[in-house]
């Protein structure tokens, strides 16, 4: 098994990249990087460099923020279901999505990530990067 650092992991999101797993039994990839394969538990995996898009498959706009994200609101969370496979977690960078509504179900994406301020709650925690989605089309 080739494993997948978290580090490396949001390095590569960093850099517009996306890094995550491919399973040698069944063929299936995983992603964000896990231990085991998502759809048959094999440990039997490679790394693997995805291509970075999807669609959308459902989104929630966030306008109060939790304790200590007061300056980042309103923002648009949206779970992705890549062109591999699996699906992922991660900001939408609109700042219309309410306008826009339910039409941005299956819109086209690509990832990357971004460097937000570590959170309160995890003072030793060194760095924050979250997967942000960008539309590929305007609307």
Not at 47 to 69: K, M, N, Q, V, W
Not at 84 to 103: H, K, T
């Amino acid at each position: 098994m080739e494993q997948v650092t978290f580090k490396e992991f949001y390095d590569f999101l960093l850099e517009g990249k996306l890094l995550g797993l491919k399973c040698l039994d069944c063929g299936a990839y995983t992603c964000p990087p896990k231990a085991v394969c998502d759809n048959c538990g094999s440990r039997n995996l490679e790394r693997a460099e995805l291509s970075g898009r999807g669609r959308i498959a459902t989104f929630t706009t966030t306008y109060i923020a939790p304790a200590g994200y007061d300056k980042e609101v309103p923002y648009t969370v949206a779970m992705v279901e890549l062109e591999e496979g699996p699906w992922i977690v991660g900001r939408l960078e609109i700042e219309n999505a309410d306008e826009i509504g339910q039409d941005l179900i299956g819109e086209e994406v690509e990832i990357g990530g971004k460097e937000y301020p570590t959170e309160m709650f995890y003072p030793d925690k060194k760095r924050r990067v979250v997967p942000v989605f960008r539309l590929l089309r305007t609307f």
